[in-house]
Structures are given as structure tokens and as C-alpha cells.
């Protein structure tokens, strides 16, 4: 089976803080994604990746940014973290399309921004 | 653009009882749709997904759900609710072409009652 990893379960940070959350998948998929998941607000794409060094913005980009320097590895920043970016986050992989192929999900980490 | 419509945040049934999660999707053109599911402290994983080859939909666990044109729906039943089936449920959807944008709904959290 996939295994998405995600570094962290629970991290507690404060405003302006510079935050790293890590995401690792053992499957050579091609795509990666970050998802926040809000109550009330499901599922929100914020980046995704299709390809090594390759990004695109997905639905609520601001405040973020990513990084992915090998294949297995998609990295999430919050170059200066802010109350509001307090949620769970989510990592996902795919080996295609991810509107036609299943995504495989990380077990998520809170973040809290104090 | 594509969205999802989940009725009801929370649902409750008892053991044994039918489970009818409700999703209705927009979209202009014909959509791929998902169902998802999320048990605690866990990441999510593919119940069930729709691509236009059958309408009804067989999925994991015993779930399944039919695709209505005619009434944009997708929703979700299991003839018998099992206590373990008590986890976070989210549609989702998607189209070809539209580029790994997988659109979700707010969820809707079932509780199993013995």
C-alpha cells in the first residue's frame, strides 16, 4: 500500500514564526498536494505539484508556499505564520490525474498559530 | 465551475439501520465524483469514485452510490450501518480536463448508534 507520511501529528507555533510541515510518499508518485480542512469548509487545495521543482496554485495559495527538491518529498512553508492559518493540513500523492485517480492522503497535522 | 453540496454535517443511525449520506454536485460539463471517507485521526481514503462507466457505483466497506443525471446527485448508502462505519464522509468532484482540481464538500460526520 501507498504510504503518505507527514511529519509531524501536532505542531504549535506563534505569529510570525517560519513553519515547515514535511510530507513524504514510498510510491514514486508523480503529483503531490497540500490541503487544508476546515470544519464546515471541507477540503480547500492550496498547492499542488506534478513534477520535481514543478508547482501550481491551487485554490487559497496566499500565505504559503512549497517546495519540492526530490520526488518523494513535498514540503509546505508559512513564511510567517498568522492566527487565521491555524487548521489541519493535508498531504495527498497520485501516480495520475488526480481528477480521475484516486488520492492517497497523509494522516494530517494540526497546526496551531498562537 | 464545479461544486458539492453535502445535506446535513451530521448524521445519525442506528446499528443496523440504512446509512443515505447526500451529495449534489454542479457541474457544466460530465463530472467524475468520489466519495471519500475519514476515520479518526486518520487521512482520507477512496470509498467509491464515478467516471461514466455504470451509474451504479460499488465501493469499499459496502457502500455504493448511483450517479442521477436527471436529479445531479450522488448519494451514498450501505444497506446496514456497522458501528465502524462511524467516520467523516466527503464528496467530491472533479472533470476531464479539469487538471488535478478535485473539488470537496463540508463533509458530513456519521455516528452509529448501538
Known amino acids: 500500500d501507498v504510504k503518505v507520511t507527514q511529519s509531524s501529528r501536532y505542531l504549535v507555533k506563534r505569529t510570525g514564526e517560519k513553519v515547515f510541515l514535511e510530507c513524504v510518499q514510498d510510491?514514486?508518485?508523480?503529483?503531490m498536494f497540500w490541503y487544508r480542512q476546515d470544519p464546515g469548509l471541507g477540503l480547500r487545495l492550496i498547492y499542488f505539484?506534478?513534477?520535481?521543482?514543478?508547482?501550481e496554485k491551487g485554490d487559497i495559495p496566499e500565505g504559503y508556499s512549497v517546495s519540492r527538491e526530490k520526488k518523494e518529498r513535498f514540503s509546505l512553508i508559512l513564511e510567517s505564520a498568522s492566527t487565521n492559518q491555524t487548521s489541519m493540513y493535508l498531504c495527498a500523492s497520485s501516480w495520475g490525474d488526480a481528477t480521475n485517480e484516486k488520492l492517497f492522503f497523509g494522516s494530517g497535522t494540526q497546526l496551531s498559530v498562537l | 465551475a464545479q461544486s458539492v453540496t453535502q445535506l446535513g454535517s451530521h448524521v445519525s443511525v442506528s446499528e443496523g439501520a440504512l446509512v443515505l449520506l447526500r451529495c449534489n454536485y454542479s457541474s457544466s460539463v460530465p463530472p467524475y465524483l468520489f466519495w471519500y471517507v475519514q476515520y479518526p485521526n486518520q487521512g482520507l481514503q477512496l470509498l467509491l469514485k464515478?467516471?461514466?462507466?455504470?451509474?451504479l457505483v460499488k465501493g469499499i466497506n459496502g457502500f455504493e452510490a448511483e450517479f442521477k443525471k436527471s436529479e445531479t446527485s450522488f448519494h451514498l448508502t450501505k444497506p446496514s450501518a456497522h458501528m465502524s462505519d462511524a467516520a467523516e464522509y466527503f464528496c467530491a468532484v472533479a472533470y476531464s480536463g479539469g487538471y488535478q482540481k478535485v473539488t470537496f464538500g463540508t463533509g458530513t460526520k456519521l455516528q452509529v448508534i448501538p
Open positions: 510510491m514514486d508518485h508523480e503529483n
Open positions: 505539484s506534478y513534477d520535481v521543482k514543478m508547482k
Open positions: 464515478y467516471t461514466s462507466a455504470a451509474t
